[in-house]
């Protein structure tokens, strides 16, 4: 986390040979004398935060696309023929629909990075989705902080995103030239709002469907001021996000209807792929937000360690989930709702059993009361 701090903040880099050399030599230097002396010396130990430092600046530079040689950022200021894919789900905004899109060409240079753009809102902008191909003639401008005391800072949350211009297009100045979309996500958006058209046949409609796409399908941004407002002053806003409550149930109800499979041959096998199966669609399904992936990797730890009679620790699913969600995106640990997750379940997990200690009730269902 150093690391990546020390490449966010001083814009420090580091190289994959570097990383290479020091854990080369900490593996043979220092792991024989740890093994033999059942200590962890001060060189060793000092070693190791070394190498996860160079870690996290690694890590960071190559997941900066501003570092890519192909970014379009030095010439995005120009007015150019530009072709772009939209690599989320768009957003309709009060007048433009709001696009993330993937820069793949300017003029004859093919170029990479992300960038924000919005389409003036109109019959052909609302049909636009994930994978259209799009191309027009403009120009992006970099993002800027509005510079007042203590307000939001919209630009370093973009580039917590790795999005650092955008652009504004209006009615007819663009054309849909094809589509390139991930088959996968493709099909996982497309079952999205195919749950939230079943979820509108079934009778719900405006405020009650915002709410359940919320509850259900991880879809807050449909969410209007005046519900947000509601859920904010009663205090149960957190029930409006998908997170580690959704999957824990997602996970009991699996293995309650799942639990009669162990009883084949090799059912423990298939019992465990489903699990893990059904517990990660689900948090595909919700748009995988970093409460849901913290609860999906800590919940698969302990599904494989029970299926395989092992105790997990409950602090090493913990730290090793976080550890693998920041290898792959390193500026989660930037996002709100990865440090407040994180932080409410340790707490969770480290008061809640002195707390249960504080009070003996003999009665069974009075104590899990």
Known sequence: ???????FYFDMKSSLSLLLIIGTVTVIQLIPKFSVHKIASPLFIASIVFWFFNLGLFLSSINDSRNNPEYFGDIADRSNKVVVRIVEPTVEKEKSIKCVVEVLQIDDAVVSGKSLIYFEKDTASR????????????N?????????????????????HDIHHQAYI??????????????LFQKIFSLRQY???????FGLENKNLMVANA????????????????????????????????????????????????????GKVVFLGLMLGGIWFYAIITG??????????????????????????????????????????????????????????????????????????????????
């Not at 992006?140 to 917590?160: S, W």
């Not at 969410?223 to 407002?229: A, C, E, G, T, Y």
Request: proline share 3%.
């Open 215 to 266: 509850l259900l399908l991880g879809q807050k941004e449909y969410l209007d001021k005046d519900v947000l407002r509601s859920y904010s002053s009663a205090g149960a806003m957190h029930v409006l996000a998908v997170s580690g409550l959704h999957v824990g149930i997602v996970m009991l109800l699996l293995s309650f209807l799942l639990s009669p499979i162990k009883k084949w041959r090799r």
């Open 140 to 160: 992006f401008n970099e993002i800027f902080a509005n510079g007042n005391p203590h307000e939001f800072d919209y630009k370093r949350y973009l580039a917590i």
């Open 288 to 369: 995988l937000s970093p409460s849901v992936l913290r609860a999906a990797v800590m919940f698969s730890f302990i599904v494989v360690g029970k299926e395989l009679q092992r105790d997990t620790s409950i602090y090493q699913s913990i730290l090793v989930s976080a550890f693998i969600l920041i290898v792959i995106e390193p500026y989660i640990i930037f996002q709100v709702g990865f440090q407040l997750s994180y932080l409410a379940v340790i707490g969770i997990v480290y008061i809640q059993p002195k707390i249960a200690n504080l009070f003996y009730v003999k009665h069974v269902i009075l104590d899990k009361a």
């Open 195 to 201: 749950l939230s058209h079943e979820l509108a046949h």
């Open 170 to 183: 209006k009615s007819g100045n663009w054309i849909k030239h094809g589509e390139k979309a991930n088959f």
């Open 1 to 7: 986390m150093s690391g990546i701090i020390a490449h």
């Open 127 to 138: 049909d636009l989705k994930y994978g259209d191909v799009i191309c027009f003639e403009g």
